[in-house]
């Protein structure tokens, strides 16, 4: 990438953390003047294509998609992606979903969305969990799928429901209710409904937070901050030119992955909520939100806990042309991604200034529709939306390859080439 930089347009996804969170560092890399006739293609390994993509409005946590459930978003996604595409539903393999912070009672929410719009029963579906990058993953099992010939059509795609969250009893509370489920007599049961203390009833609220160290991404980005001297000037301005660029991108109707969604008892959505130019004046004003007093990292230049569902289809080339679609893009290189900067202590690979020594992107080729700092950042739902956001970018702009990285919790990463279609 570092060595032919000149040839790509980039586009981050930013999200927790503006200047060098672009958590999803979504690149798109995409060639402005002449395209290279130099194709991406490898002999004899079947060509996969990205056919379409769509999600949901993504909204502020709490908003109107308050009284639903994750499933009832990722349902609307797979019901738009059909409308959209005008696929027959048992036309698809296969179908893999992506999710965080899970919902008890739709734990396989892949296969409640399905069933829900109305794929067949016969087609199997599974949730994938990693982190930020999920819905990454579940395009890469499906490109999987569909390389060793095992599918031709596969759906992927994300959500995340952040305004309902699991919210657990105690560990002594818990345990007492599970043994009143097994006392056989009114005495044991009065016994142990007497043993309930009032910290019992505390209850234990969900942390967005790494488990092994316990850090948010908030108080990792102070540091990180401070570590490589990025100030918080610099990250008011990225976060300012994000929702700047995001509600030229909304106005221009550049957008057009999203879907309208009627909620029900509520107007129909059409837009994601999260855009809110301001100024650097009245950004200025904000307090630090995780290390205070002299943290960088405030509310205005950080992402919004969102809620929203993505969807793509996937198909081997051949299959999509002999059902009459014309693909948007082919889906060609993925990886994981690991730590591997030995020498830069506490390196994360998702920070701007770490991009610096090794080749930082243009500007101008970086996020120009907007990205997680201003669109909002569902977890497992934004890796489709990058991906689809790189091919509809490329055939704007006349460029031919993107790329799509992202970091997620636990030290881990993804990244994909994106080819454009010819058209």
């Not at 300012?240 to 509520?266: E, T």
């Not at 489709?384 to 970018?393: D, E, G, K, S």
Request: proline share 4%.
């Amino acid at each position: 990438v570092t060595t032919s930089i000149k040839k790509f347009t980039f586009h981050f996804h930013n999200t927790t953390v503006n200047i060098f969170v672009d958590l999803f560092l979504s690149v798109v890399f995409s060639n402005h003047t002449a395209k290279s006739k130099k194709s991406l293609a490898t002999p004899g390994v079947k060509n996969i294509v990205l056919v379409d993509g769509v999600r949901t409005p993504f909204l502020q946590s709490g908003t109107i998609y308050a009284n639903l459930m994750p499933h009832d978003l990722a349902r609307a996604a797979l019901q738009g992606l059909l409308n959209r595409t005008g696929l027959p539903k048992d036309a698809v393999d296969y179908i893999v979903y992506g999710t965080v912070i899970q919902e008890v009672k739709t734990s396989n929410v892949a296969r409640e969305a399905a069933l829900g719009a109305g794929f067949s029963d016969k087609t199997p579906a599974h949730t994938v969990t990693m982190a930020c990058i999920s819905s990454n993953q579940a395009m890469t099992t499906a490109v999987g799928l569909i390389a060793a010939g095992q599918c031709d059509a596969v759906v992927a795609g994300g959500v995340e429901f952040m305004s309902d969250v699991p919210i657990r009893h105690s560990r002594k509370m818990r345990k007492t209710m599970l043994s009143l489920n097994k006392a056989k007599t009114l005495g044991a049961r009065l016994s142990l409904l007497g043993s309930i203390r009032l910290s019992h009833l505390a209850p234990e609220l969900p942390a967005v937070a790494e488990f092994s160290t316990a850090e948010t991404m908030g108080h990792s980005a102070d540091r990180l901050a401070a570590a490589f001297g990025v100030s918080r000037l610099e990250q008011d301005e990225f976060a300012l030119r994000s929702h700047m660029l995001a509600k030229k991108a909304q106005d221009s109707g550049l957008l057009s992955d999203v879907i309208s969604f009627k909620v029900p008892g509520k107007d129909i959505v059409s837009k994601d909520n999260g855009i809110r130019p301001s100024t650097m004046e009245q950004m200025a004003k904000l307090k630090p939100a995780f290390i205070k007093p002299h943290g960088t990292v405030t509310a205005a230049n950080s992402s919004f806990l969102t809620d929203g569902a993505s969807a793509v289809l996937i198909m081997s080339e051949e299959k999509a042309l002999a059902m009459g679609y014309k693909p948007k893009a082919y889906l060609r290189y993925k990886t994981k991604i690991m730590p591997y900067i030995k020498k830069l202590p506490d390196a994360l690979m998702y920070t701007v200034s770490l991009f610096s020594q090794v080749g930082a992107p243009p500007m101008e080729k970086f996020n120009s529709w907007g990205g997680s700092l201003s669109l909002g950042h569902p977890f497992a739902a934004t890796g489709c939306r990058l991906v689809t956001t790189v091919a509809h970018r490329l055939q704007k702009e006349g460029g031919q390859y993107g790329l799509v990285a992202a970091c997620a919790a636990g030290g881990q990463g993804h990244a994909m080439v994106i080819e454009a279609y010819p058209q």
